[in-house]
Structure formats: structure tokens, C-alpha cells
């Protein structure tokens, strides 16, 4: 294979959080399966800064450009409203122009295969340009869902997104009454569009193997793939690490729905009943761009600081005595636990955390199914060395067994094959 093409919605680097690092490790493990291929990415820059901290893996980077307002306006009230064709988020990142860039690129380059980034840049389909492949992430409808049993947790439902959208429209947007009308109604145009792009493409990836399993059966695809998150711990050893007891964390991009909804949940009905208790405990929420919500949330509560983006999160949360996911909603599996428990670190989560794990509770983490068990678990982890460094160990064997290099890089050979 002599050259491929990674076409993204956003940058694939730095690993700056879970899709960030989901993404250089596709580009990762194609570049060691064709170690002579040359490896384009044709990218929307989320940051210009980023620009400089492209990985080596990488031959180049093309930058695109987003629609401007007046055709993301057009697309949203023809395609999405009158049509009901595509999702909002798809009408916000087409542009004619773009995809003739895209269209013309192909054609020069002639690539052997194509990656392609989330639904919303599967329009950018630019057909005869090799094996096209389409990276799902998780299932955006269900997650969408989801959001509506827990909406008054949701400081905006479409999180960063949001700034995508047309001026007019994002005010329109922000009103509370319209958010819960725009999940329900993106929701269902996701769920149609998921499957109706799937037949258009090779092959389909999804970060959750039960998610892929599930929509192979819904669509017949013959070729849909679980590819989980390569985590590597440095020790597979049990041991007594160094680790201030208290210390409590919470790690995720805040400006996300699913993040920025766990963290206010936690802080409301969970964080004060450990304080109380605890009162010497602090709750650090730690993630790049933190919604105003989640940054009053250290005036409100007592014991609460949000670092947002911070230089090395292993170093900020590698030293916790836990790191709590009390996820509301969400799909596919959840990286951050998966870090987490690599670098030993005790996780209490929830139901919708441990989506698409098999680890045993109590033994690897805590999965809770009420308030009062969270409280009790988290307490139970900062106060008894003994159990912490007895799940620390059984955590970081449970990554090496399941999400090690050679039990993720299967798939990923396979499609490339």
C-alpha cells in the first residue's frame, strides 16, 4: 500500500483527549503495517497551534475549510429541515468548494485507501479513489438519545459543536425549549443517516466491539469492526504506588455534553456527601475547555478545582487515589477509564461508564448503580491502601489483557489487508 488518505473533522493530534488519541493511533497502526506508505491527512483545523505538533507518521496535512454561514444556513433549511436528509452536524461542515478540493486531491493523488472521520464528513465520499472506510466512532444517535433522560444536567447539548453553527442559529440554539427539540429531532435524522451511508463504504469501524456487533446486524454489513483504544501500561506488576489519598479526579474534554453533564451530576449529588465525610478530600475536574457551568461549579462546591487543559493529564491524574466516571449517557467505550486503569489508578463508574467493558466489579472497578454506592465506594478507595493497590494492580492486568497493541491491531490489519 502505497498511500493513504485520513480525511478528519477535526486535527488528529496532539492526543490532547480520547478521540484526539483514538485517531494518531489508526495513524499509528497503519504506518506500522505499511511502514513504506505515505500517510496524508486532509483535516478542519481546530486550532492552528496544533499545526506545529504533527507526528512524524504523518507525510502532510491539508488544511480545509468550513462552509461559510450563508451555506451552512442553506444546507441546515434544505437538507436537514425540508429534506430531512442530513443530520445538522453533517449540513455544518459541507462545503461544495471543499469537497471539489477533496474531489480534485483524489484524482492527483490516487490513494489506495481512504479513512474517513465520523459521519459528518461522510458526504466528502469522493468515489473510484480506493477502499473506502468510514470510522463511526460510537453511535451518535443512541448517545443523542440518551441526553434527553438527563437534559437539565446539560449546560448545551451540542457541547463544542455548537460553535459551528451560523451566529443567528447558535443563539436560536442555546434557548433551553429549542436544545431539547434539536437533540430529539438530530437524534433521529442520525439514526437514519448512520445506516443509510453504511452500504457506501468498504468497511465501517467502531471504537466498541459490541457496538460495531450490534450494527452489523442491524445494516448486514459484511465488513464492521470493533477497534478499541490501544492503552499500554508501563507495569503489569502489582505494587504499592505513590498516591495522595485525597485526591479524587474526574478527566474528560469539558465543553462535551456527556463530560460537562457528569461533572455538574457529581458535584451536586455525590462530591458533597464525600466531603462531609471526607472534609479533607478534593475533586479535581481536569479537560481543555471548560464550559462556564463546570468552572462555577470550584465556587460552589468546597474542595473542587477545574484545571482545564493541562500539559500532561498521566502526571494530574496518575498520583489520585481514584478517578470517578459517573457517566449520565454516552456510547462505545469510554477512554478515559481505559487510561486510567493502565496507569493503576482505581476507577468507580457506573453503568453507562462500563459500556462495552468485561471487567469484573469489585475486582478490576467499581461499577455502581446508585448514589449511595458511589459514595461508599469512592470513601472505601481513598481510605484502605489495601484495596486500592489490590485494584490498582488487577486493573492495569485487566488493559494489558484486552487492550494491549497485539489484541487492538488485529482489525485494523484486516481492513488494510
Not at 486510567?340 to 475486582?363: C, F, K, Q, Y
Not at 490498582?392 to 488485529?410: C, D, L
Request: net charge positive; glycine share 6%; proline share 5%.
Amino acid at each position: 500500500m502505497n498511500k493513504i488518505v485520513f480525511i478528519t473533522n477535526r486535527l488528529p493530534f496532539p492526543g490532547t483527549d480520547g478521540r484526539k488519541n483514538m485517531l494518531l493511533q489508526y495513524i499509528r497502526e497503519m504506518k506500522e503495517i505499511h511502514p513504506d506508505s505515505e500517510i496524508i491527512n486532509l483535516s478542519f483545523v481546530d486550532d492552528p497551534k496544533y499545526l506545529k505538533r504533527q507526528p512524524p507518521e504523518l507525510s502532510r496535512v491539508v488544511e480545509l475549510k468550513l462552509p461559510g454561514m450563508a451555506e451552512k444556513l442553506y444546507n441546515v433549511i434544505v437538507h436537514s429541515i425540508l429534506r430531512r436528509k442530513w443530520p445538522i452536524q453533517v449540513s455544518a461542515y459541507y462545503s461544495r468548494k471543499t469537497h471539489r478540493q477533496i474531489r480534485e486531491f483524489m484524482k492527483e493523488e490516487k490513494p489506495d485507501f481512504v479513512l474517513y472521520d465520523m459521519v459528518r464528513v461522510a458526504e466528502y465520499l469522493s468515489e473510484g479513489t480506493g477502499r473506502q472506510v468510514l470510522s463511526y466512532d460510537d453511535l451518535l444517535s443512541l448517545r443523542y438519545r440518551r441526553q434527553l433522560d438527563w437534559f437539565h444536567y446539560i449546560p448545551s447539548v451540542l457541547g463544542g459543536f455548537a460553535d459551528k453553527l451560523p451566529g443567528a442559529l447558535k443563539r436560536f440554539a442555546d434557548l433551553k425549549f429549542v436544545q431539547k427539540w434539536l437533540i430529539s429531532y438530530e437524534s433521529k435524522l442520525l439514526a437514519s443517516y448512520e445506516k443509510t451511508v453504511a452500504p457506501r463504504f468498504d468497511h465501517l469501524i467502531f471504537t466498541s466491539p459490541a457496538e460495531a456487533q450490534l450494527f452489523r446486524q442491524e445494516t448486514r454489513h459484511e465488513s464492521c469492526h470493533g477497534i478499541p483504544m490501544k492503552v499500554e501500561p508501563e507495569s503489569q506488576t502489582r505494587g504499592s504506588r505513590q498516591y495522595d489519598n485525597n485526591k479524587l479526579v474526574f478527566v474528560g474534554k469539558m465543553d462535551i455534553p456527556h463530560n460537562c453533564s457528569a461533572a455538574v451530576y457529581f458535584c451536586e449529588k455525590v462530591w458533597p456527601r464525600i466531603k462531609r465525610q471526607m472534609p479533607t478530600a478534593v475533586f479535581y475536574i481536569v479537560g481543555k475547555n471548560p464550559t462556564a457551568e463546570v468552572r462555577r461549579l470550584q465556587d460552589n462546591y468546597p474542595g473542587v478545582i477545574v484545571t482545564g487543559e493541562v500539559d500532561d493529564v498521566k502526571q494530574v491524574v496518575g498520583d489520585s487515589a481514584v478517578m470517578v466516571a459517573p457517566l449520565l449517557f454516552g456510547t462505545g467505550i469510554k477512554t478515559k477509564i481505559l487510561e486510567a486503569m493502565a496507569w493503576g489508578v482505581p476507577v468507580v463508574t457506573n453503568r453507562i461508564g462500563s459500556e462495552g467493558l468485561d471487567a469484573n466489579h469489585g475486582e478490576e472497578l467499581f461499577v455502581c448503580e446508585s448514589e449511595d454506592e458511589m459514595v461508599k465506594d469512592v470513601l472505601l478507595l481513598m481510605g484502605d491502601r489495601e484495596m486500592n493497590d489490590s485494584m490498582s494492580g488487577n486493573s492495569i492486568r485487566y488493559v494489558t489483557r484486552r487492550f494491549s497493541g497485539s489484541a487492538t491491531r488485529s482489525n485494523m490489519e484486516l481492513i488494510l489487508s
